[in-house]
């Protein structure tokens, strides 16, 4: 999310420098507060939406939608495999909803709370990507939108509202950096309960006495992903970060399987189907990110089998 930040907002020269940059501001913010980021929050998510809204408003009055782009032809339609892969490659900008979940200890009745908010949120980003998606293969069409880096500002550019292009660029960095700020949250509070399990080095389960944010897990993920920011390429980290997700969702729908019947919202055989699908969109991802999110894994496996060796 930070270099996808970069690349609408500076020039390529100035990217890496300035994705760090946003890391380290949003890391500030969070810093001082749950309340600060929720704030924060409501204000990029108002301009995000503004800016979505122009540039389809701008696509579609202005430019020349049509249905070719929507409805692919036979002998150009993609084959079942290249449409996994790419499920696969998009699930990462499913993610944030689970972000939510991370939130547990700083928000009142999580119980009741946390399920709906998940619901909601999920139903709004599916809502505003359908308009969003359909609307971009109207007015580009496929092959224009293979190959643009800013596929919004470009359509508002065909639209011929010149204005509107500064505001989408402006709403597109806006929505790179809402979900930065809310990646460096929840991510912050999984290494909290990671380090207090001590699967993560403890000192990182400190809480902040005043603003009740764990601060050192926070600054620590600022720092490693400030690392990766100046060494990955942006597509490299998108596959990887796919994989992650799909297998973290794969761990979460096996755990959801084991709930007692007290404990559970969802009947068993939806957990099923949820493992299934990850395993499936897995198997489908580019082999360099499969491999390097196995090296990770391993790492992490390595870490928690000597830890266990050491306290046994």
Do not use: K
């Not at 009142?108 to 999920?122: K, N, S, Y």
């Not at 919004?152 to 950096?177: E, K, M």
Request: one cysteine or more; proline letters at 6%; glycine letters at 8%.
């Amino acid at each position: 999310m930070a270099l996808t930040f970069a690349a609408y907002a500076v020039p390529a020269a100035w990217q890496r420098p300035a994705a760090v940059a946003a890391v380290v501001a949003l890391a500030a913010v969070n810093y001082r507060g749950v309340t600060r980021t929720a704030r924060l929050t409501r204000v990029i998510v108002a301009v995000v939406l503004l800016a979505l809204t122009v540039a389809v408003v701008a696509g579609l009055a202005g430019g020349t939608p049509g249905t070719a782009g929507v409805v692919a032809e036979a002998s150009g339609a993609p084959s079942p495999y290249e449409v996994l892969q790419s499920a696969g490659l998009l699930f990462f900008a499913f993610a944030g909803y689970a972000r939510i979940a991370t939130m547990g200890e700083e928000v009142r009745d999580p119980r009741r709370t946390i399920p709906r908010a998940i619901v909601t949120a999920l139903a709004i980003a599916v809502a505003v990507y359908a308009v969003v998606a359909v609307t971009l293969l109207l007015v580009l069409g496929p092959a224009r939108l293979a190959t643009s880096r800013a596929p919004l500002a470009d359509v508002a550019a065909v639209g011929g509202w010149a204005w509107a292009v500064p505001v989408v660029v402006v709403g597109g960095s806006a929505a790179a950096l809402g979900a930065l700020l809310a990646l460096i949250a929840g991510v912050g509070r999984t290494t909290l309960a990671m380090a207090r399990r001590a699967d993560l080095p403890p000192w990182l389960a400190a809480v902040h006495p005043r603003y009740e944010v764990p601060h050192r897990a926070e600054v620590a993920v600022a720092v490693v992903v400030s690392v990766l920011v100046l060494t990955v390429d942006l597509r490299d980290a998108i596959g990887f970060s796919s994989f992650g997700v799909l297998v973290y969702y794969l761990i979460a729908n096996l755990s959801a399987f084991t709930q007692p019947p007290e404990q559970r919202r969802f009947p068993r055989w939806l957990q099923v189907v949820g493992a299934a699908g990850c395993l499936l969109l897995v198997a489908t991802l580019p082999w360099p990110a499969v491999l390097a999110g196995l090296l990770v894994y391993a790492v992490g496996i390595a870490y928690r089998a000597s830890r266990l060796a050491l306290a046994r």
